[in-house]
């Protein structure tokens, strides 16, 4: 039982939604089954942990019905199906309880169907109104603006055939914001996922779309801006240059933009940034981290108040990357506990290694990220590169640990040989960043390497592409072009 759907629902309840939930139950007209309150009553005991013991069916059995001497499985089973149905109507309660909006609709909706015609026209009119003055409008605005029209219009007593059929008008202008900017945000999503995952992307009526926009729409509303500049990004190539008129562009107008748009766009902007991180200028790390403390001072990066562990562990290597070390262990002690309880510890173990790692203490890091027990791939991506890494540095200086080197590369390319997850251009990005640094470890273990072979080795990197950690490849070449490798073991 402890395993159960109903239990796994209410082990999210918080604190205040369990008490709530108790006064839900015991009230007559929302709840008519007195055994619920019983149930209700015997789980208060054991809440919030739910111990597997204390729940064992027999005994639940037992006390929701006392006067029944034989274990009925079947009876436990009815009682907390009923209890899991009314969790779920209290959390759709609840949920009307905070939406304004939908309360709203529904009530005009119960107006128009009663024939209070009066009624369902000015509430219809005092919500438009409202949608109307709100400083920046999303999908779902536009999209209720056409609901509530369309409804209006077509309403038996609404005079259709007047000369001044404004719902009607108004519903097809608020259609067409609606499906504009769906398209633009659904189609940008399309075309990122396409850099990430084995996928085509099929964009059917996109370019009228857009064309309809650059028209009529650009100036009612940022955000339309926004995602033609970001599509145009996913689709035509990223620059500095669009990179920081797209920044300003944002910056300039958002607080004008919906809160999921400002989240949204606030994240491509940072995907944007390490990618030219890597590719073209570090300093865009800097411009990074500039963008995730707007994110983290506007609680753009929370998903109802969960930080989710790819953006923890991204701030914390981008904070250690540009040596921003002190400010990073603050946000790694003060932002754990809002990552999500199944992943926190490796979430932690991933960010504590990119500390040590850009701080030069690499058996350190090697020992830590070796302690990540999760098998998703993102992970396994990073655990595998930062260990690579670290032994590399350390192989630099101490050749010692070059088998131990070897070894992980070898791990590292069976299990990119499976993973499928990733697309083509991701994986070989991985595979070349095996094959250089197995190439130049083996040069490493000729004691006579000379100053020709690392610049042939700079060279053959400076060529592959794509190229995993490629800055950083080409760091370590530069800085131990013709250098001794005998020095002390590091940290």
């Known amino acids: 039982m402890v395993n159960s759907k109903v239990i796994s629902l209410l082990r999210s309840f918080s604190a205040a939604e369990w008490k709530s939930f108790g006064k839900y139950l015991h009230s007559p007209y929302l709840n008519s089954n007195k055994r619920l309150c019983a149930f209700y009553a015997f789980l208060k005991k054991h809440h919030p942990a739910f111990g597997h013991a204390k729940l064992a069916k027999p005994i639940v059995f037992a006390a929701l019905f006392p006067n029944k001497e034989i274990f009925d499985d079947r009876l ?21 309880k905070k939406d304004r909006r939908s309360r709203s609709k529904m009530l005009i909706r119960s107006y128009g169907g009663r024939g209070l015609y009066d009624r369902f026209e000015r509430h219809t009119n005092d919500l438009l109104e409202d949608i109307d003055l709100l400083p920046s409008k999303s999908m779902a605005d536009y999209l209720d603006a056409f ?32 499906y504009a900017l769906a398209k633009l945000r659904l189609s940008c999503e399309l075309s990122a996922r396409t850099k990430i995952v084995a996928e085509e992307a099929i964009y059917p009526l996109l370019d009228p779309v857009c064309g309809y926009i650059e ?21 035509e190539g990223l620059t500095g240059e669009l990179f920081f008129g797209l920044k300003n562009k944002y910056l300039a107008s958002r607080e004008r933009l919906s809160f999921l748009e400002q989240k949204e766009v606030l994240i491509y902007l940072l995907n944007y940034a390490y990618q030219l991180a890597l590719s073209a200028d570090r300093s865009f790390f800097y411009e990074q981290l500039e963008l995730y403390k707007i994110g983290l001072a506007n609680g753009l990066l929370l998903d109802n108040g969960i930080l989710p562990d790819i953006r923890f562990t991204n701030i914390a290597a981008v904070g250690s990357t540009v040596k921003k070390w002190k400010w990073t262990k603050n946000f790694i002690h003060s932002y754990s506990s809002l990552l999500p309880e199944d992943i926190a510890q490796d979430a932690i173990f991933l960010a504590e290694s990119y500390l040590h790692f850009h701080r030069g203490n690499f058996l350190e890091t090697d020992r830590i990220v070796n302690k990540i027990s999760t098998n998703n791939v993102s992970y396994k991506f990073r655990q595998y590169s930062l260990s690579i890494r670290s032994l590399f540095e350390i192989t630099l200086v101490h050749i010692d640990y070059i088998e131990l080197l070897l070894s992980r590369i070898y791990a590292y390319e069976k299990y990119l040989s499976r993973q499928k997850t990733f697309s083509k251009k991701r994986n070989s990005a991985e595979i070349n960043f095996t094959k250089l640094v197995k190439k130049i470890s083996s040069c490493l273990a000729n004691k006579n390497i000379t100053l020709e072979q690392w610049e042939q080795m700079k060279i053959e990197t400076e060529k592959t592409t794509p190229l995993a950690a490629k800055s950083w490849l080409l760091e370590k070449i530069s800085k131990n072009l013709g250098r001794d490798r005998q020095k002390p073991v590091p940290r």
């Open 147 to 178: 609901l509530l029209n369309q409804e209006h219009y077509f309403h038996p007593r609404t005079e259709a055939l007047t000369t001044n059929a404004d719902s009607l008008k108004n519903a097809v202008r608020r259609l067409d914001s609606f």
């Open 215 to 235: 028209k009529h729409l650009l100036d009612k509303d940022p955000a339309f801006g926004i995602y033609l500049d970001l599509l145009k990004i996913n689709r």
């Open 76 to 96: 436990v089973r009815v009682v907390m199906a009923d209890l899991h149905r009314a969790a779920e109507s209290f959390l759709v309660f609840e949920q009307l």
